[in-house]
């Protein structure tokens, strides 16, 4: 099993920045494609960006691009989402999952593991 779990949520005012972390456990990190997933109240769990094992690869949906940055230190097991410019929009409970390692999946169904999450609230 590979465990995640999630950090550096909280509560920030638009145009503001965070970083999250995903720090893995339990198995070889370098051998996952990782992506970050958010869930808004009373929506559906929705893709942000995903990374291929080495890096190379990344992915984001359009509404972040320009402002949001996935990357991964293998050495350190842990996988990040660098906020820019958060907007009030992108309130929501923020996941990391762990799934193939040569594809820049975007749907929930290609990943196999999953962190608790960590909120992220952006006032207005």
């Known amino acids: 099993q590979l465990q995640l779990v999630e950090s550096g949520g909280g509560l920030v005012q638009a145009g503001g920045s965070l970083r999250l972390s995903c720090a893995a456990s339990g198995r070889i990190f370098s051998s996952y494609g990782m992506g970050w997933f958010r869930q808004a109240p009373g929506k559906e769990r929705e893709f942000v960006a995903a990374?291929?094992?080495?890096?190379?690869?990344?992915h984001y949906t359009d509404s972040v691009k320009g402002r949001f940055t996935i990357s991964r230190d293998n050495a350190k097991n842990t996988v990040y989402l660098q906020m820019n410019s958060l907007k009030p929009e992108d309130t929501a409970v923020y996941y990391c999952?762990?799934?193939?390692?040569?594809?820049?999946?975007?749907?929930?169904?290609?990943?196999?593991?999953w962190g608790q999450g960590t909120q992220v609230t952006v006032s207005s």
């Open positions: 990374i291929r094992w080495s890096g190379g690869s990344i």
């Open positions: 999952s762990a799934g193939d390692p040569y594809a820049i999946a975007t749907h929930e169904r290609d990943y196999d593991y």
